[in-house]
């Protein structure tokens, strides 16, 4: 008989391991156990799960074991990918850190120093109202120049643009070598 | 000053050389402690004297000592020499304060939050001792199409700024050398990184390390692409990236978030 | 009463998560139920993963619900993961504390409290997400304030900051107290 924490050791290390579980694997990991009782264990949880009831199955794929989500519940697990909160990516994110820290700025500004075509992103980012038109800039072409709003400082608590952290407090946090210069010990002067 | 991890007041008796102090309060925590002294009376001459000690072992050793140990130790020297005043009588009304009392303050202060370090360290850590399911989950793996992380913090900001700040000067250091690749050399890089890998991130195709042409001549690929009906161009959710996928044989192609 | 899928539905979401899923989001997600019987049903499937028996625990962390491996499983997991699990230095810890327990609070104050420089640290621990900035102190200086993130309650499996451990009273470590107008917990900023 395999001990119930056996049972429950196997239950952990499928449940934390992202892709499917084999017997061979786990007798590896667990080398002080007997394979057959491992086995065993896999069974017993097996079974417990199949008895239903639960949010969760443990389901044999790809020569393993996976716990996965019951298959019932997959249109309440979609709502869950939906309700998820507004995702930046590396391209929006650049160009939202370039307008915040070099406004009012064009498009041209902007493709100038990221290096790629940035229209989408801006227009996205105008979409969502993270950033707002201020007018047009005085030269030829007119082209538009670009802030951020009020929904921007939202997103990340800032009380007004004055609050957005400059790139030299950041660079402050860490010199490259703080002790570069360190003075000598005045220890001579000091009797002790 | 920077110790390793989880040290406790069991590894204390070991801790004899400077560099696994913390700083000049943890040093004099660990000098009051050993020495079964009571902090709020602390015998200032001797405590000195035993800090200074550490001092010059350190510089035996050759080792670095911190600013703060230095600042710490004229300090000490300093209250000494107030201790050993006597006490004028200036203002007469208010009791002089003990020329000790703000480093007991401090000394208290900082024994509170390191046991409250402790008792954090001592806590199921998340990666250490419980761990969760971090990652998406197979069911979902087929559900989206998922981009970086979803909260995005102020440091965040300013780290993509620095980024691109640091991109424009190594760009301009390489501007000179071009890679004289063709645009129709590009597509068919492009399209043949879209067959292996059915859909490809905008981008993933520009990358830091290209130079300035051949990021226009990516970008003007991608366009030909695009204007050929070869490639369908869309973009995620909210402030999504923007996906190239191949374009499905009957359909048009989708202009969505197409590059303006 | 709660019907007994909601519970089962209930914990498919919070397994699928990657991150803790609280009430509130829940109620989103779950519209058409009512927010109490939800609340039953979390409270109902905490009672059965309580019971224990089972390689997973619900620990309520962060503001919401989450699955974690049991502790005393760690050694087994790192085995399969082979990874050596987080490592704090005792700089790391003592600077999170501080800002756990004095947020918002400036880098000048985390040093005063810690007597030594602590940008380098404060720099690493914005990196790993722990701690965040919340804006600028509206002092001379304007200095940037910090604070815990989410992060922070995930990785010490906090419910909310209220349930950080008490700090020591001061008055323990003597009997005769000098000190009696040491401020209490919520601290008054230290104004180096």
């Known amino acids: ?192 | 000053m920077q110790s390793n991890l989880f040290s406790d007041a069991l590894e204390d008796a070991y801790r004899v050389q400077i560099e696994e102090f913390e700083g000049p309060l943890d040093l004099l925590l660990h000098l009051i402690k050993k020495n079964e002294l009571d902090i709020y009376n602390i015998p200032i001459a001797a405590i000195t004297r035993q800090y200074l000690e550490y001092m010059e072992i350190l510089k035996e050793l050759n080792l670095d000592i911190a600013g703060e140990f230095l600042v710490m130790a004229a300090t000490l020297l300093q209250i000494k020499s107030r201790m050993l005043l006597p006490v004028e009588s200036e203002d007469e009304e208010a009791e002089p304060e003990d020329p000790r009392a703000e480093l007991v303050r401090r000394l208290l202060e900082y024994q509170r939050y390191r046991d409250a370090s402790q008792q954090l360290s001592s806590r199921h850590l998340l990666g250490r001792d419980v761990f969760a399911r971090k990652f998406a989950s197979a069911e979902l793996a087929d559900l989206e199409q998922t981009e970086e992380p979803a909260d995005v913090e102020l440091f965040e900001l300013i780290e993509a700024f620095r980024r691109v700040l640091a991109r424009v000067s190594v760009e301009t250091f390489h501007d000179v050398i071009t890679d004289g690749i063709s645009i129709a050399d590009r597509i068919g890089e492009v399209l043949s990184l879209l067959h292996a890998q059915k859909t490809l991130r905008f981008d993933a195709l520009f990358s830091e390390r290209m130079t300035r042409d051949l990021l226009v001549v990516t970008f003007l690929s991608i366009l030909e692409l695009c204007k050929l009906h070869l490639i369908k161009i869309t973009q995620g959710e909210c402030l999504g990236s923007i996906w190239l996928a191949l374009n499905a044989q009957d359909e048009d192609a989708e202009g969505d978030g197409a590059p303006a």
Chains 1, 3 share one sequence.
Do not use: C, N
């Open chain 1, 1 to 192: 008989m395999p001990s119930k924490s056996l049972k429950t050791i196997v239950e952990s290390l499928i449940f934390v391991h992202d892709q499917p579980l084999s017997l061979d694997r786990l007798a590896l990991i667990l080398e002080e156990h007997e394979r057959a009782d491992i086995r065993l264990a896999l069974e017993e949880l097996a079974r417990e799960y199949a008895a239903g009831g639960r949010g969760i199955v443990l389901a044999q794929v790809a020569g393993g074991y996976q716990l996965r989500s019951r298959p019932e519940h997959a249109d309440y697990i979609r709502r869950l990918t939906k309700s998820k909160g507004v995702k930046f990516s590396q391209s929006a994110l650049e160009t939202l850190s370039i307008v915040a820290y070099r406004q009012p700025v064009t498009r041209a500004e902007v493709e100038y120093l990221r290096g790629v075509d940035s229209g989408g992103v801006l227009k996205s980012l105008l979409e969502k109202k993270l950033l707002r038109i201020l007018g047009k800039k005085d030269v030829p072409g007119k082209p538009l120049i670009y802030g951020t709003s009020r929904e921007f400082l939202e997103l990340f608590g800032l009380k007004d643009l004055a609050s957005l952290p400059t790139l030299k407090e950041i660079q402050e946090l860490a010199p490259p070598d703080p002790f570069a210069d360190q003075p000598e010990l005045p220890l001579e002067a000091v009797e002790s």
